[in-house]
């Protein structure tokens, strides 16, 4: 009989890192926006496929994803459909976000410049952003994010 392999990962709880407050986090923001559940399945297959879903070898972790789900749906003030949702992702994180000037903060609710870094944003903004600092470039301050003049949100089919 032939089974299929099973993924998991396993957390531990240390001075680097906080998996348990983690997970009460993403469970926060499952509850916050429902639609996260379905792209990231969606997205998290899509990655895989190409061979980009684990950070160790180059890739976005599913915490990292979650976390790039939630900024987006944080900016989505109508009401879409899961594939509306999803190309409006592909679309705007394929080509209007630029990850190398722009990095993202799920509890600040913006994004935030990656080119003026002055300060330790874990330690300025509270825990949750710490968490979401281990990710994301710790060492940088909050701007908001404007491109072209149009700025965010952004809303393709709006």
């Known amino acids: 009989m032939n089974f299929p392999s099973v993924h998991i990962d396993v957390s531990f709880e240390g001075r680097f890192h906080n998996g348990q407050a983690s ?69 705007f994180f394929g080509n209007v976000f630029d990850p190398r000037t722009t990095g993202i903060s799920v509890s600040g609710r913006c994004y935030f410049s ?9 330690s300025s903004v509270g825990n949750t952003a710490g968490l979401e600092a281990q990710v994301y470039y710790p060492a940088t301050t909050l701007h908001p994010y404007r491109r072209g003049g149009s700025g965010l949100p952004y809303h393709p089919m709006a």
């Open 23 to 91: 997970n009460g986090f993403v469970l926060s923001l499952i509850n916050e926006f429902p639609s996260i559940r379905p792209l990231a399945i969606v997205l998290k297959q899509f990655l895989k496929e190409r061979g980009l879903c684990e950070s160790f070898t180059g890739g976005l972790s599913s915490y990292a994803l979650i976390l790039v789900i939630a900024r987006f749906l944080q900016e989505q003030t109508l009401s879409f459909g899961a594939g509306s949702l999803l190309f409006s992702f592909m679309d």
């Open 114 to 122: 990656r080119l003026t870094q002055t300060h330790s944003w874990a």
